[in-house]
């Protein structure tokens, strides 16, 4: 892969930060974007802007045929079975939070039981809490392992006759951990339960295949996979959708409206009321295409090269410590003895570097982690063993700036 060239086509990488070139390894929490996916942002609002579906006239055709178009190539991208079952919402939290509001507040019963991990994000723990107390369902939670994993062995002894709900991240955003989908999938369904997934670090960087994992629902955001932010997918099984029931009332999703009740519209436009994000569902078919011209299988493979070249350097860190499994995906978390995770971020963000650092929104696998936070560096296309070269030299001044210190 081309990484030079690749980030010629991402202007905001071509500056310095704090007299320093920027390195970012921060896409984890959210991607740069290319030219091709600005420059379709910058021609609908010059040339097409309109509402979609409405009107008659051109400008609203041009749009509505850009913005159903974005939902055939999220469809192909992630082998839906029809574009039906391909809702736009402004993101994996959004989506996660329709499931559990317009589907398991109506389906699950005291007794019932949603199986999750202690590697989820808030977004895929919060609303299964707030639909138990709800409905007086039970959460479990699958033990992991000493590396962050988590077994099918474990699965099996926590998924029962009482499971309805196993809610999953695909890769979890702390520890890089790869979940094995299709076959959790399988297990679930021996025991008549539903698989929702959070795709959120998992869609951006590899090949997804709703056919192939077999999961129920699958949520995930542009704004990770070099789309604009404010633009998300929910996939769902047409059967289930068509169960579910919206959480947004209004305009668009209806099909006929009377003094004291209302019937909705076919799916997919039932899960979309009020004007949708039309310039970010263009923004995220333009980032498609950037995306498969370079080769889903070609960046995870990418990524997992700079997983492991980064293990490799920050191993050679004296008091450095790494979480989560050798095999992940393009990030890593480490702490460095005795310096909080913000001000190894400062200390970075000094040499021009960017990472993250907090609990990144997974207190409770904080906990089992047994700390308060950590420094995470994530990889995307536009990186190479360059900036993990830099990244290590600035941890290095860092210790060197905080033993001085103290």
């Known amino acids: 892969m081309d990484v030079t060239s690749i980030r010629e086509q991402f202007p905001i990488l071509h500056q310095e930060v704090n007299d320093h070139p920027l390195v970012y390894l921060d896409s984890a929490a959210t991607s740069q974007k290319p030219l091709p996916v600005i420059e379709s942002l910058d021609a609908y609002y010059r040339q097409h802007n309109s509402n979609v579906h409405r009107g008659v006239h051109t400008l609203g055709t041009r749009a509505t045929d ?164 404010g633009i998300g997918v929910l996939y769902g099984k047409k059967q289930l959708l068509e169960e579910m029931e919206p959480v947004e009332f209004g305009g668009e999703m209806i099909d006929f409206v009377d003094l004291y009740d209302s019937t909705w519209k076919d799916l997919p436009w039932k899960f979309e009321g009020g004007t949708p994000i039309i310039a970010g569902a263009i923004g995220l078919g333009a980032a498609i295409d950037f995306l498969e011209d370079i080769g889903m299988n070609h960046i995870i493979e990418h990524e997992q090269q700079l997983a492991n070249y980064a293990q490799d350097k920050l191993s050679t860190i004296d008091g450095l410590t790494i979480y989560g499994p050798k095999k992940r995906g393009g990030l890593v978390t480490f702490n460095v003895d005795s310096v909080h995770p913000h001000d190894t971020a400062t200390v970075l963000d000094a040499e021009g570097i960017a990472v993250r650092a907090g609990h990144h929104c997974a207190q409770p696998l904080m906990k089992w982690l047994d700390v308060t936070a950590t420094a995470r560096a994530s990889f995307y296309l536009y990186n190479d063993e360059s900036d993990i070269d830099r990244l290590v030299e600035g941890l290095q001044r860092a210790k060197e700036y905080f033993g001085d210190v103290f």
Not at 88 to 93: E, I, L, M, Q
Not at 95 to 116: F, P, T
């Open 66 to 229: 850009q913005y159903e178009g974005a939902r055939d190539k999220v469809k192909n991208f992630i082998n839906a079975s029809s574009t039906e079952e391909v809702i736009f919402t402004r993101g994996t939290t959004t989506a996660l939070n329709m499931v559990a509001y317009g589907y398991a507040r109506h389906q699950l019963k005291e007794g019932d039981e949603i199986v999750l991990t202690e590697m989820e994000h808030h977004s895929n723990i919060i609303p299964w809490q707030q639909a138990a107390k709800y409905t007086g369902a039970k959460l479990k939670y699958i033990p992991m392992e000493e590396d962050g994993t988590i077994t099918l062995e474990a699965v099996r002894s926590t998924v029962t006759e009482n499971t309805k709900i196993v809610a999953v991240t695909h890769v979890s955003n702390v520890l890089g951990t790869i979940n094995p989908i299709k076959e959790i999938s399988q297990i679930a369904h021996e025991y008549n339960a539903i698989i929702v997934v959070d795709g959120a670090q998992s869609v951006p960087h590899m090949k997804v295949d709703m056919q192939g994992l077999d999961c129920d629902f699958y949520a995930f955001s542009g704004h990770k996979m070099c789309a604009p932010t």
